[in-house]
């Protein structure tokens, strides 16, 4: 039969992720089936965790010594809790302490998989940015999610759980004008609690 699928989010980097992993389906907007098997699977149970197994596979390819740091900036203007005031501010900083800046909005698949693939630590803000780690990153590697006060979310735990790979939580500071600020001294002594990664 035909994979069919509700047609998905215009999310730019998503025709290319599918190519990558080889899925092959039909958006469509409305079908009519003589027979139809629903896939109802949200929660993330230890089959679709073997599923998503199989689809990081084929991006990944073979191991690659991972020694680099990371900040993933979110790539929208976020209104409301998660407006990030002082990001660039955050930026800034760790890229004066060694950290690579990747902006998914301005890259392509290929070229986020290049940073995330020599990556032991990515930092970001909690959101849906943080998936492009979590394709790449294995075990050892360290997720640290900056987080609005107003919005605490850690859907990516699960992710990282299954990877053996650790993850780690920077509460922002609430702003006047919505959204929040990160202390920067708060972001760098989180990032020294991660245990080292074990080399053979």
């Not at 943080?130 to 605490?152: E, M, N, Q, W």
């Not at 650790?166 to 609430?174: A, C, E, K, R, S």
Request: charged content about 30%.
């Amino acid at each position: 039969g035909v994979a069919v699928s509700p047609q998905p989010p215009a999310w730019p980097h998503l025709p290319e992720y599918a190519g990558l992993m080889g899925l092959d389906f039909m958006p469509t907007e409305a079908a009519r089936f003589r027979k139809l098997t629903v896939f109802a699977d949200e929660e993330y149970t230890s089959h679709k965790a073997r599923r998503i197994d199989v689809l990081r596979r084929r991006l990944i390819g073979a191991p690659v010594a991972r020694d680099r740091r990371v900040f993933i900036r979110r790539g929208s203007d976020d209104e409301g809790a998660r407006r990030f005031h002082n990001e660039e501010a955050v930026v800034e900083a760790l890229a004066k302490d060694g950290f690579d800046i990747i902006d998914p909005t301005s890259a392509t698949v290929e070229e986020i998989g290049k940073v995330m693939r020599k990556a032991d630590l990515v930092v970001g803000i909690e959101g849906s940015q943080l998936s492009h780690a979590t394709y790449f990153l294995d075990a050892g590697c360290k997720v640290l999610a900056i987080t609005p006060p107003a919005r605490y979310y850690a859907g990516h735990k699960r992710w990282t759980d299954h990877l053996g790979a650790q993850y780690g939580v920077v509460m922002g500071d609430p702003h006047t004008d919505e959204g929040f600020t990160a202390n920067i001294d708060d972001v760098r002594r989180t990032v020294d609690l991660f245990k080292p990664r074990v080399t053979a």
